[in-house]
């Protein structure tokens, strides 16, 4: 059974950083791309962040770029993302997927909550 | 960059068909998925490339893609059907992915 559970939310300054975290179980972690897509309060989906299954290529949606850092580590099953120079448009909820293909996100955490007081 | 735009919400009675719409600049040439989200829960993918199924999910949802527009079908619609559901692209020439801004599905 494919399990994402993510972690490392919580209420930060504007201008600050935070370190989020992705532990993969139940699929061969290193053989798939994985995203970060959020989801600020009452809004829609937005996809930030992907990454390919060797860590070797990384996409950013553009009111990141610059700021966020995602990587991963294929020995711990792990995803992260780096955020840095926090601002209150970075609250949201924010998810983990599994992707397949590149394409499409077949897999999801339940949810990590970012919150940036200005 | 690609947009891709859903009407906000669709209201369909019990045992009805939904037909939910995504609109974009020559949507049929790419591969559109889409995702159901209830309140308080994460996403799940419900059709895949266009028209394909994830393994649980029921044969209502299907889905199509031509032109312009990109439609999800739910047939026999249930009270459980109830979510905001969102349609996503790869926009190749961005290497974004892109999602549309949801479609509230109210069963009457």
């Known amino acids: 059974e494919v399990q994402l559970l993510e972690s490392g939310g919580g209420l930060v300054q504007a201008g600050g950083s935070l370190r989020l975290s992705c532990a993969a179980s139940?699929?061969?972690?290193?053989?798939?791309?994985m995203t970060w897509v959020r989801q600020a309060p009452g809004k829609g989906l937005e996809w930030i962040s992907g990454?390919?299954?060797?860590?070797?290529?990384?996409y950013y949606a553009d009111p990141v770029k610059g700021r966020f850092t995602i990587s991963r580590d294929n020995s711990k099953n792990t995803l992260y993302l780096q955020m840095n120079s926090l601002r209150a448009e970075d609250t949201a909820v924010y998810y983990c997927?599994?992707?397949?293909?590149?394409?499409?996100?077949?897999?999801w955490g339940q949810g990590t909550l970012v919150t940036v007081s200005s | 960059s690609y947009v891709l735009t859903q009407p906000p919400s669709v209201s369909v009675a019990p045992g009805q068909t939904a037909r939910i719409t995504c609109g974009g600049n020559?949507?049929?040439?790419?591969?559109v998925h889409w995702y159901q989200q209830k309140p308080g829960q994460a996403p799940v993918l419900v059709v895949y490339?266009?028209?394909d199924r994830p393994s649980g999910i029921p044969e209502r949802f299907s889905g199509s893609n031509s032109g312009n527009t990109a439609t999800l079908t739910i047939s026999r619609v249930e009270a459980g059907d109830e979510a905001d559901y969102y349609c996503?692209?790869?926009?190749?020439?961005?290497?974004?992915?892109?999602f549309g801004g949801g479609t509230k599905l109210t069963v009457l």
């Open positions: 490339d266009d028209s």
């Open positions: 139940g699929f061969t972690f290193s053989s798939y791309a």
């Open positions: 996503q692209v790869w926009d190749t020439s961005s290497d974004h992915r892109v």
């Open positions: 020559n949507i049929g040439s790419r591969s």
């Open positions: 997927a599994k992707t397949t293909g590149l394409r499409y996100f077949d897999y």
């Open positions: 990454i390919n299954g060797g860590g070797d290529s990384t």
